[in-house]
């Protein structure tokens, strides 16, 4: 009876070359990209494996010699279990390089999603640096604001101490008021007095008025003293108006001083609100930073775990190729 010509030692050649081929390039390559990082795995020569594969097992199953009474051959009967063997395990290796292909496809997602977290760390950091200028640049506003109080504050002094050197001199003025007035005051009691003596004098003397002479040329004199104390008083008064002017000057001075005072108090304020306003912002980015830096965190675990498990499928595919490679040398040996 006439039976399928097989090419075994094609076949044979065909399974032995590529496993070797792909256990080459898998060992070091993928190994070393597992430890360099397992978001650049080459799926592609998953799919080429899967395809070469397949084409295998388009190759063998064709061609199964069909039972044949004088064959006679043990090895041609044994060839069907051998290939069927063959080709159950070739369906497997199969699987495990689909299996590798989406642990692969996992990884880059999670390493995805890490480089998302990373640019959204990124950017937040980037807000931080700019509030953090800005709060720098408050802060030297603030810095110049308060040097230019302590200007005013000196200024203000410089103007309260002459303000109290003027006020000290309308004291002393005062005073010499007050001797002024005592000397009126004694003057006008002398003037009293005579008048009283000239009084009694006219009535002494009757018709003579001798002593009442005596008496007026006294009251002429005090007048005159009364006159000069009186212009004395005069130009103390005119004293006392100026430094009182001069005072009341100053206090207006330290007035303006008060309120440029005031005026740099109200715009460090504003500047300080700023400063206020600029800390928010740096704390909300840095909550926002905490989140992003966390969520990188489960991600970059997640790959970890991810990469462990395309690790474990890729031993198991390089055991399958192993087994792959003992299956076909055992065929070879067969035929």
């Known amino acids: 009876m006439h039976h399928h010509h097989i090419d075994i030692s094609t076949i044979l050649r065909l399974y032995q070359t590529s496993a070797e081929a792909v256990r080459t390039a898998l060992r070091p ?46 090895a041609t009967d044994a060839l069907p279990c051998r290939l069927n063997d063959l080709q159950r395990q070739t369906v497997w290796l199969t699987k495990a390089t689909e299996r590798t292909a989406e642990a692969a496809g996992r990884v880059s997602g999670r390493c995805g999603s890490v480089l998302e977290s990373s640019g959204m760390a990124f950017v937040n950091i980037n807000t931080n640096a700019e509030a953090s200028t800005q709060l720098a640049s408050s802060i030297e506003q603030v810095s110049q604001e308060l040097i230019r109080t302590a200007a005013a504050s000196r200024e203000a002094s410089v103007s309260a101490e002459q303000a109290a050197e003027a006020i000290a001199r309308l004291e002393h003025a005062a005073g010499e008021i ?12 002398q003037t009293n007095l005579l008048a009283l003596n000239a009084t009694i004098e006219a009535a002494r003397a009757g018709a003579a008025g001798r002593g009442f002479g005596v008496v007026a040329n006294e009251v002429k004199d005090l007048a005159q003293q009364t006159a000069r104390a009186t212009e004395n008083i005069g130009g103390m008064v005119k004293a006392i108006g100026l430094a009182v002017n001069g005072a009341a000057d100053r206090v207006r001075g330290i007035q303006d001083m008060t309120l440029a005072v005031e005026q740099m108090a109200a715009t460090g304020a504003a500047a300080v ?47 399958g190729i192993e087994i792959l490679n003992v299956k076909a040398g055992q065929l070879g040996a067969a035929v």
């Open 178 to 189: 007050g001797t002024v007035t005592d000397i009126i005051r004694r003057i006008a009691a």
């Open 29 to 74: 390559t993928w190994r070393a990209r597992l430890r360099d990082g397992a978001a650049a795995l080459p799926t592609d020569l998953s799919d080429g494996l899967r395809i070469l594969t397949a084409a295998a097992i388009a190759a063998v199953i064709p061609s199964v010699p069909v039972a044949s009474p004088d064959a006679g051959s043990e």
């Open 273 to 319: 609100e700023q400063q206020r306003a600029s800390i928010m912002e740096i704390s909300r980015t840095a909550q926002d930073t905490s989140v992003a830096v966390s969520a990188m965190h489960e991600g970059i675990e997640d790959v970890a775990t991810q990469s462990f498990g395309l690790h474990t499928a890729i031993e198991e595919l390089l055991s």
